[in-house]
């Protein structure tokens, strides 16, 4: 497990003697999330480097220094001086210790100072600007991630100095961490009773939580788990087990516990002074001052509030703002107390500010955490919003609202950089309590306020950015003219919306929905997409590409027998060459990269400059390379000789004869000086050029190698097997120097370009790290849920790039095994690449994407990130929806709102789907982890786990009368029965070979299963086998027909056949065109629905002519549902698209479209007025139509998207208008046109 700490520690104790005095200088630049305990891990560290000074371990004096606390503008160099003459330490003692010791600098909270640090941008670097070149010291430096931008980290904290900089995060708790922690604070509780459960141990404590699976997430910040724990108590009484409970809700009760207590302090000194009281008073007053002190704060850009005295309370002014409460608070106003007992009373609260601050020095005070004033400054927002009353008819209010939109609070500064104040404002969104229920329509109207009056641009720029974090839908709105400057509209849902004329200076559209919106005349300077042109004109899969040394080209080689040269800057192509589609292709840069050479089956060398193309005559293996000088290349033919290559002729300069006829591969060197040569006896050659003599055999592998390579310096040797196992060999030597052994099949192995690390591809869809030198595994990267099919270092070592047949490529930190990025909905990805000197990606599908690596901002609310989704459902009523993802859960949705109503946890794998009980009181959902869960509804606990299937489960099916249900696995291929009530196993259909299929009869008395060619029909009563037919080729699918007295067979050979089951007689064979994915019958039983890869066919039940064929789909049809009266055909595929088509002619009547990724299911509520679909994209969509249900839809009937729940995850612009937008820069222009936009 990765360990921060020490980490942190072992950089401090490297050695320095072969430092140069800049490295010694080293720096350490610690980020971590808002709550992830920073500043309390630099007091522990600070404790823990002075212990190990005060015994001698260490010759490093460590300094805790608060740069909220001490950081002044106009004294930045003295900051470190001031620290410690806090500390008693005086200048002149300063002056001698400066030039004499050394020291440890953690400079806590840079960020929070950022606002004020970067108004001088003459000169950014934090070490000139805090004078810290005087110092023999190492600093530390801790940072919220993403606060500041890559660009500011590397101006502001790395600098261009040649300094030993480390990027270090500290990551959330892990669970054994939570566990840690859950039992130090019962510990802690017993000692110093932080609440009233002194009884409640570690176990009850980890139950309890478990019954609130929303707070999981939240308890993995060492903050918000202290504050959870403290409060459990109480949300225990305000909530029901399952209910979900947002983070302001418990920064709310939090709050109100720790006012309460200073409250009851304060009554009791008051009584003492025999002064009549008002504890709702002092309450309100009291959660009044911690608002306005919080948003004062954050508009002057302070983590520090400074008391100037507290005479200065008595002021009027002060009074009177201070009792200007909200409405909402004013009703626990006492207005019989005398004026001078209150101004007493107030004046005594303001007074006792300390008691809801924490000193932080003379005079000065801050809240517990950051996080808590961002609570306070959001709920006074909030309130200030929502406190607003027109007084005037309604008519006029709107009029009223827009005039006094400019005076409101949100209208103050941009929240951009404050993600904690716009995330509690957001989250009030979905808060069931009625106060909030104006809130959405209010932050709408802010909005439209803006069209007409420019200086509330801030208050609607602030509006959208809350809206789009709590992914609330946008689409389709006239909000042509509005302001919105600076605006975060990542993952936006803005479909149709019309922002003709708008002002969208340096608004963010990442992974913005974006179609049909009008931007016509729009002001779009600095806009932001957060990706870049693709690069597009392979018109198949790009296998391979590479970077030109000084990173200024591209060369790219795709299966449609093509290779293509890039301009990296601008994407433009400029060369095509004809090339054979092989993945074996080797494609070199020479070193000054104004030649490519290709090598497969033989070799060319083209010069880019005058597009001159050389043919090497050569029949070679896929191994050559460029000399360092780059005039020769050295091949190794297929006869196994080395010939050397002059590039600027083509001809053969000279050759080394190697008799090995048991090559299977070989590779050259760094400097061509060797090469080596991997046996089919899995033994290792080395053969010197040179020289022209072999090394002895090296005994490499037990089973068959797959790779052998080189380290860059050519010293040593890295090779791995089927064995499982990766070999280290020293070139000199010729010894095996390492063995990193798994159990797991390697299928890639790659090495980080500064020969530290090596990283393995496993089978199982995980990714080890492992450290060259000590051969110990570092990490095992594990997030892929399919087979991992590349994965690269980034070119400074520091992370690495992998892509899956999941669809995804995920970004991962090195130095911490953890995650930092992923890209989704990807299809055919050959490859990934690093750009070498930007923070970018290439990703290469058909098209190479360019995508920016930048770390996002996590502006949506977390919990809307559902993942894939595999399965939907209506309850039987129609009044919820349940949905299955990949992410091991099973939510429950309300169909109205959309809105989450329970998330079923417990399953250790994906979630393969789910389904309800015909009586809607219960949900059954199967898993890759082998086990079925039967859930209750209303309670939302799990009633029964079903763990008999030694494999997978892939299907689950309820018998007619709800009291049983049928589940199939693949892998231990066998259909159970089960009861429903008791969880019992009944009965297990199983054949010698294996069930393959399995088909229910619509009755549900019969089961159809598949065996080779085998067919069975089964009584499910009886459990008696009826029937057994033979077919003369592999069945892909079978089907009842509707009266249950035929079985029709989809073959492998795509013919379909039709057998009589009382006879077993074969009736009819139909000649099909296409490979058969399923068999659907209509419901009037005449026609059979022949189901291929892209498209579907209707053929008579009786002649087996074919009646009509649809139009291809643009990608793989994942399923087909038949209305109940047989008149139409919805198909759903992974080209994003529903399908809605006549069933009679297949011609498309509907078309739903806005998946961003594969539609994986859908389902027709029970009355036919709606439709729900999920996704590949992680999100739920419901379709409804005005005019008509579902089924009986025409060409010109429209369909809305009621709602959408998840998170928009891909950049979309199709059919968007750009006319007059003059602002976008060339390659703004060129990639909106590339994702659909038109000018």
Not at 137 to 148: D, G, P, Q
Not at 392 to 420: A, H, M, P, R
Not at 480 to 498: E, H, M, V
Not at 534 to 539: D, E, P
């Amino acid at each position: 497990m990765y360990d921060c700490h020490q980490h942190i520690i072992d950089l401090l104790e490297e050695k320095d003697e072969k430092k140069s005095e800049q490295q010694k200088q080293q720096i350490m630049i610690l980020q971590g999330k808002s709550g992830s305990g920073k500043s309390l891990f630099c007091r522990h560290l600070e404790q823990f480097l002075w212990e190990s000074y005060i015994n001698g371990s260490t010759i490093s004096i460590p300094v805790y220094i608060s740069l909220p606390q001490w950081y002044d503008e106009l004294n930045e160099k003295q900051i470190i001086s001031q620290a410690l003459q806090t500390r008693q330490i005086n200048k002149e003692i300063i002056d001698v210790v400066r030039e004499n010791m050394s020291f440890v600098f953690i400079l806590d909270g840079f960020d929070q100072i950022f606002g004020k640090y970067n108004k001088d941008s003459t000169k950014r670097y934090f070490y000139d600007r805090f004078n810290l070149s005087e110092w023999n010291a190492k600093i530390i430096v801790t940072c919220r991630s993403h606060v500041l931008n890559d660009k500011d980290i590397q101006h502001v904290l790395i600098g261009s100095k040649n300094m030993m900089t480390s990027m270090i995060y500290l990551w959330p708790f892990s669970k054994e961490q939570i566990n840690e922690y859950i039992d130090k604070f019962v510990k802690l509780n017993k000692n110093n009773k932080v609440n009233d459960n002194l009884d409640w141990t570690v176990q009850l404590n980890e139950k309890l939580l478990s019954n609130y699976p929303s707070l999981n997430k939240m308890m993995e910040e060492p903050f918000l788990l202290q504050m959870i724990l403290t409060v459990l108590p109480s949300l225990m009484k305000q909530y029901p087990i399952g209910t979900k409970i947002s983070k302001s809700q418990v920064y709310e009760e939090f709050n109100e516990q720790w006012i309460d207590t200073h409250v009851e302090r304060i009554s009791i000194k008051l009584s003492e002074l025999r002064i009549q009281t008002n504890a709702k008073k002092i309450k309100s007053v009291f959660q009044q001052y911690c608002q306005d002190l919080a948003f004062e704060m954050f508009t002057q850009g302070n983590q520090v509030a400074t008391e100037s005295g507290y005479e200065g309370y008595e002021n009027d002014n002060i009074l009177s703002k201070l009792d200007s409460a909200k409405e909402t608070e004013a009703k626990y106003m006492d207005e019989k107390l005398q004026e001078k007992t209150m101004n007493k009373t107030i004046n005594m609260v303001i007074v006792s500010q300390k008691y809801v601050l924490r000193r932080s020095g003379d005079n000065k005070y801050q809240f517990l955490h950051k996080s808590c004033q961002e609570y306070c400054a959001a709920q006074k927002i909030i309130f200030d919003i929502l406190s607003w009353k027109p007084n005037i008819i309604v008519q006029q209010s709107q009029q009223k609202f827009e005039t006094d939109v400019s005076k409101l609070f949100i209208n103050c500064k941009l929240l951009n950089e404050e993600l904690g104040i716009i995330h509690f404002i957001a989250e009030r969104i979905h808060d069931i309590n009625p106060i909030f229920t104006n809130l959405t329509s209010r932050l709408f109207q802010i909005v439209e306020s803006s069209k007409n009056n420019e200086r509330v641009s801030i208050a609607a720029a602030n509006a959208i950015t809350i809206l789009s974090s709590a992914n609330v839908n946008m689409d389709h709105q006239n909000w042509n003219n509005i302001k919105i400057p600076y605006a975060i509209l990542d993952r936006a849902l803005l479909k149709g919306t019309n922002l003709t004329n708008a002002n969208l200076d340096h608004v963010s559209f990442y992974q913005s929905c974006l179609d049909k919106v009008n931007f016509t005349n729009a002001s779009m300077n600095g806009v932001y997409f957060g990706g870049y042109e693709c690069l597009r004109g392979h018109s198949n899969g790009v296998y391979a590409i590479q970077f030109s040394p000084d990173g200024t080209k591209i060369v790219s080689c795709s299966y449609d027998a093509t290779v293509r040269i890039w301009d990296a800057l601008s994407g433009k192509q400029l060369h095509v060459l004809k090339w054979v589609a092989s993945p074996e292709t080797i494609v070199q840069f020479s070193p000054n990269g104004s030649k490519i050479m290709l090598c497969c089956f033989n070799i060319c060398i083209y010069d880019i400059l005058s597009s001159q193309q050389t043919e090497l005559l050569d029949e070679c293996l896929p191994v050559a390379k460029f000399s360092a000088d780059g005039f020769k290349v050295m091949s190794f033919s297929r006869d196994y000789t080395i010939k050397i290559w002059d590039v600027a002729s083509g001809k053969q300069i000279g050759s080394l004869k190697e008799y090995l006829n048991q090559v299977e591969m070989a590779q050259f060197s760094p400097n061509c000086s060797k090469i080596v040569y991997g046996l089919k006896d899995d033994t290792i050659q080395i053969y010197d050029v040179s020289s022209e003599m072999r090394f002895p055999l090296l005994k490499a592998h037990s089973s068959h190698m797959h790779k052998m390579q080189f380290t860059s310096n050519g010293s040593k040797i890295v090779s791995y097997s089927d064995d499982a196992i990766i070999r280290i060999w020293d070139i000199s030597s010729g010894e095996q120097i390492q063995i990193l052994e798994g159990h797991i099949p390697i299928t890639k192995i790659e090495l980080s370009p500064d020969d530290s690390k090596i990283l393995s591809c496993l089978k199982d869809k995980t990714i080890q790290i492992w450290d060259l030198s000590s051969g110990k595994q570092i990490h095992v990267l594990g997030k892929h849920t399919g087979n991992i099919l590349a994965a690269r270092f980034s070119p400074d070592s520091s992370r690495i790039v992998s892509n899956s047949n999941d669809y995804t490529v995920r970004v991962w930190d090195v130095l911490s095994g953890k995650q930092i990025r992923w890209f989704e909905h990807f299809t055919c990805i050959e490859c990934v690449e690093f750009f070498p000197k930007e923070p970018k990606i290439l990703i290469c599908c058909i098209t190479i994407h360019v995508l920016d690596l930048a770390l996002e901002r996590n502006f949506q609310l977390t919990d809307k990130y559902l993942d894939i989704l595999t399965g939907v459902q209506f309850s039987p009523d129609g009044s919820k929806i349940v949905s299955s993802s990949a992410d091991k859960t099973v939510r429950l949705w309300d169909t109205q709102s959309g809105k989450q109503i329970r998330v079923f946890e417990g399953h250790s794998n994906i979630v393969c789907g789910v389904l309800f009980s015909p009586d809607g009181s219960k949900i059954l959902s199967y898993s890759d982890d082998k086990t079925i869960r039967i859930w209750d509804v209303l309670s939302g606990k799990q009633l029964q786990l079903l763990k008999e299937h030694s494999g997978r489960v892939r299907e689950v099916k309820f018998l007619p009368d709800g009291s049983k249900f049928l589940s199939y696995s693949l892998d231990d291929r066998t259909v159970n029965m089960w009861d429903i009530t008791s969880g019992e196993l009944i009965y297990c259909f199983e054949e010698y070979s294996g069930i393959k299929r399995v088909q229910l009869s619509i009755d549900g008395s019969k089961l159809l299963t598949l065996a080779d060619r085998r067919v069975r029909l089964w009584c499910i009563l009886s459990r008696r086998i009826l029937k057994d037919i033979e077919s003369f080729s592999d069945v892909r699918v079978m089907q009842f027909s509707r009266d249950e007295s035929k079985v029709i067979l989809g073959l492998i050979d795509r013919r379909i056949q039709i057998y009589d089951i009382s006879s077993g007689n074969l009736i009819l064979s139909i000649n099909g065109y296409d490979f058969i994915t399923e068999i659907q019958v209509s419901p009037d039983g005449t026609k059979i629905i022949y189901c291929s890869y892209n498209r579907i066919q209707l053929y008579d039940m009786l002649t087996g002519k074919r009646c009509c064929s649809s139009g291809r789909c643009q990608g793989l049809i994942n399923g087909v549902q038949l209305s109940s009266n047989g008149s139409k055909i919805i198909i759903y595929s992974s080209d994003k698209t529903i399908r809605i088509l006549d069933i009679s002619s297949l011609e498309e009547i509907q078309v739903l479209e806005g998946h961003n990724g594969a539609v994986n299911c859908i389902h027709v509520s029970p009355d036919g007025s709606k439709l729900v679909s999920c996704s590949d994209d992680g999100t739920i969509r419901l379709w409804s139509s005005n005019s008509s249900k579902i089924f009986d839809l025409t060409k010109t009937s429209s369909v809305d998207l009621i709602w959408k729940v998840g998170m928009q995850s891909a950049l979309s612009m199709k059919g968007s208008i750009w006319k007059n937008v003059n602002s976008l820069t060339s390659q703004q222009k060129f990639f909106v046109g590339q994702y659909g936009g038109t000018f």
